[in-house]
């Protein structure tokens, strides 16, 4: 039995080859620092914890939970909505569960393409995006993110024959995988986009509370008129690092949000009910985990960005996120460079050319392992490449 002709488009596994090479490295002993796991590497906050743990033996939670979520999360979330940005929700029909942001933000794409249509997608990007439009049938068109833009779409740079065929637009600020934010001048853009050209906005703000300098970004509900044209997609997973937890949630535009659940509730049953417990939990005990968390990374990016200096790099360091998005030294490509950073200082660092073909030139170093150990990860690099050629 063939495969669909989707699932032929879709691209090989791009890190194949590196994990090859970290497993042959294990096999041998060698001592691995990876810089490459765009997953925090700190626990969940015990607060969080307890409370799932409670949760876990009422045995209503052991039923089938509702497709939408318990209303009491889907409050919860607007709840944190109002308190953080300002942006008022109707937890009935503006918000809605997900089994973390990933599974919406593939099928989003099944609820509204036809065989054929377009959607607008950056590049490079989080790969879910245009995977998820090739799965449903449809065609990424490729939204070049460039650091002479501070990585953000040039919308006009987008052929009006395209942005008329386009039915839906990715965005995501703080951005994986080049760290970068977005102002509301660029979302109120962004609405306005969307209104001339009839395109819903799906804006990705899974990192929106993890930015640097005290940086606080914003939601892209908080542009005037956003709840017409678009929605967000948001997670616990890296504000309380419960990415193995699978909760996330979809919030604005109410025809949006409905017919994403309409499409959900025919494929899945929703979150187990303790989850959703210790999620409302997150949202609505003290923040102060949240705070220590945005220290760690801080103290993180110093070190990196530190590193990087000492070997040549002048880069602008990310504003949000946990992502490093450096260009490779010349005579490299991304693959090549991140090859040759493992075999020879036992560092992994993640090829640019993973998030899309913008990425090519470039690799990706995450803050999700302790200070000391991303110390001794740029000294090993600085030992192999000394002062770069850029
Ligand atoms: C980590 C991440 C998410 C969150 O995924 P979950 O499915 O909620 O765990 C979403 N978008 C981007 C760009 C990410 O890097």
Redesign the pocket.
């Known amino acids: 039995m063939k495969e669909n002709s989707a699932m032929q488009k879709l691209p090989p596994y791009l890190f194949a080859r590196i994990e090859k090479k970290i497993e042959e490295a294990r096999e041998k002993g060698i001592d691995i620092i990876n810089l490459g796991i765009?997953?925090p590497d700190l626990p969940t906050p015990k607060y969080i914890i307890e409370r799932m743990a409670q949760s876990i033996y009422d045995s209503v939670n052991h039923q089938y939970p509702t497709s939408a979520g318990l209303l009491e999360y889907r409050k919860a979330v607007a709840d944190w909505y109002y308190r953080r940005f300002g942006v008022e929700l109707d937890p009935r029909t503006e918000v809605l569960s997900?089994?973390?942001?990933?599974?919406?933000?593939a099928h989003i794409s099944f609820s509204y393409l036809d065989k054929g249509d377009i959607n607008l997608v950056p590049d490079p990007?989080?790969p879910?995006y245009g995977i998820g439009t090739i799965l449903a049938g449809g065609q990424p068109y490729i939204m070049p993110l460039l650091e002479e833009n501070n990585f953000l779409p040039v919308l006009e740079d987008i052929p009006e024959d395209i942005a008329k065929k386009a039915k839906l637009m990715f965005i995501?600020y703080p951005?994986?995988?080049t760290g970068a934010i977005a102002d509301l001048d660029f979302f109120e853009k962004s609405v306005e986009f969307a209104k001339t050209f009839d395109i819903l906005i799906c804006h990705?703000a899974?990192?929106s509370e993890l930015a640097f300098d005290g940086i606080k970004p914003p939601s892209f509900l908080q542009a005037k008129g956003a709840k017409e044209v678009g929605i967000e997609?948001?997670?616990?997973?890296?504000t309380y690092n419960?990415?193995g937890w699978?909760?996330?949630w979809a919030v604005g535009n109410n025809e949006a949000i409905e017919v994403l659940g309409r499409f959900k509730s025919n494929i899945d049953s929703g979150i187990f009910q303790a989850i959703q417990y210790a999620a409302i939990e997150a949202l609505q005990g003290s923040q102060d985990s949240v705070k220590e968390i945005q220290r760690i990374y801080q103290e993180r990016r110093d070190v990196a960005l530190a590193g990087l200096e000492r070997m040549g790099w002048q880069i602008n360091p990310p504003k949000g996120?946990f992502y490093f998005w450096v260009p490779v030294p010349k005579g490299f490509t991304s693959a090549s460079f991140a090859e040759y950073v493992l075999e020879k200082a036992a560092v992994i660092i993640t090829p640019g050319n993973g998030y899309g073909e913008y990425g090519e030139g470039y690799f990706r170093i995450a803050l999700t392992v302790s200070k000391e150990r991303m110390e001794e990860a740029f000294d090993r690099m600085f030992n192999i490449l000394g002062k770069v050629e850029l």
């Open positions: 765009g997953d997900l089994i973390g942001s990933k599974e919406g933000i990007g989080y879910v995501n951005n994986n995988p990705d899974a990192y997609f948001h997670s616990l997973s890296k419960m990415t699978r909760i996330g996120s």
